[in-house]
């Protein structure tokens, strides 16, 4: 008897003496490594980024994908970045050395910048919501960002103040994040050309909890509005303490701003004051978006955040993409990706030569009752 037929027919569980005999493709396990900050101030944040993933690989593993003639299980490795640079660094080759055939995230653009140059040299397929230009601007062919970027999430917040709002003067403060960065550069350069004005410009960082003093020179010069680039935990504690010093003006962000946590920790003092953009167009709108926030509800008991559509999405594009290319291996779907046209959840995800979403609309939120409520995409 041929020796690969023999080991064929045992590893099916088939009788020697029933020949010939067809057995079923062969379960391949396929691990998709996951990096976001899953502890400190960001970590529902990541779970929420966790959540989404989970959702798409239980769908795709119930669906019983064939690819390259075997079954395939996807496993998500999850890691912890903790938002962290060097700690994004050390999870990427950690997932690099496990063999991970895709990976989603980072979620901060800090950590997404160093690590995308480790998966990029190890030739795995990069996934991210990190915003920041300079990702996709390194020319890494393996690196995709599968939400809006800076400009669109920045520009887009300036452009609905100036025309929509009407603020004529308003204040900025980053918080020296690659993200917090790169939101309020775009807010400002957008803001500028349509007629705002820059009164002042202030720094912090993604780890301070006091802003009296920030704020109490912004208060002197009688802003509209300040723009904060940076995260909810920090612009929370900002409109608690405009609240205590009667600043009663619109603070206004990016989407790491544009979530419930945001209302859950500043309390009565994120009221209708504080606007946010977030990629994508809204949920409640879709029949898709209303699904996934249903499914989503059902299974986790509490309604999704800013990024777990994107992940979901993300994930079920890159299956989308093996299966188009026939393969599991970063090398050969990595160009079937490149040239997708997926429709997700959120929209649909074609990438430019950058690997840049080519359309991503962004919509305006206003916080409602402590969580941000869809006003109009724009």
Excluded: W
């Excluded at 996934?292 to 999405?313: E, G, H, I, R, W």
């Amino acid at each position: 008897m041929n020796k690969v037929l023999f080991r064929t027919l045992v590893s099916c569980g088939v009788l020697l003496t029933t020949l010939p005999v067809l057995c079923a493709a062969a379960d391949q396990v396929v691990k998709i490594g996951f990096s976001s900050p899953l502890t400190g101030g960001q970590a529902s944040a990541g779970k929420d980024n966790l959540r989404g993933v989970q959702m798409a690989v239980e769908e795709l593993n119930k669906k019983g994908l064939v690819i390259g003639g075997n079954k395939i299980k996807f496993e998500i490795m999850a890691e912890d970045d903790q938002a962290d640079p060097k700690s994004g660094v050390q999870v990427a080759q950690k997932l690099v050395d496990a063999g991970v055939k895709g990976v989603m995230g980072p979620y901060n653009s800090g950590v997404a910048i160093p690590a995308s140059r480790v998966y990029n040299d190890a030739g795995i397929v990069m996934a991210t919501v990190g915003s920041n230009p300079k990702i996709t601007l390194q020319g890494f062919p393996y690196v995709f960002r599968i939400g809006a970027n800076d400009s669109q999430l920045g520009g887009k917040m300036a452009l609905y103040a100036a025309r929509e709002m009407k603020l004529k003067k308003v204040a900025v403060i980053d918080d020296r994040t690659s993200y917090g960065q790169g939101v309020a550069e775009e807010y400002m350069k957008a803001a500028k050309a349509n007629g705002t004005d820059i009164i002042a410009r202030e720094y912090t960082n993604d780890k301070a909890s006091d802003f009296n003093a920030i704020l109490t020179s912004i208060k002197a010069k009688h802003p509209d509005g300040i723009f904060y680039g940076g995260y909810f935990t920090q612009a929370a504690a900002m409109a608690r303490q405009m609240h205590q010093l009667d600043i009663n003006v619109y603070l206004l962000g990016g989407d790491a701003i544009c979530d419930a946590e945001m209302g859950k920790l500043g309390g009565s003092a994120v009221g209708a004051h504080v606007y946010c953009t977030q990629g994508g167009s809204i949920l409640a709108a879709q029949t898709a978006g209303k699904a996934f926030s249903a499914n989503y509800l059902k299974q986790y008991n509490t309604k999704p955040m800013t990024y777990a559509v994107s992940f979901y999405d993300g994930m079920m594009a890159i299956a989308d993409a093996m299966t188009k290319a026939n393969s599991v291996e970063p090398k050969q779907y990595m160009p079937a990706l490149a040239a997708i046209k997926y429709k997700g959840v959120t929209g649909v995800y074609e990438f430019d030569s950058n690997h840049d979403l080519k359309s991503s609309p962004v919509t305006i939120y206003q916080f409602k009752n402590g969580e941000p409520s869809p006003l109009t995409s724009y």
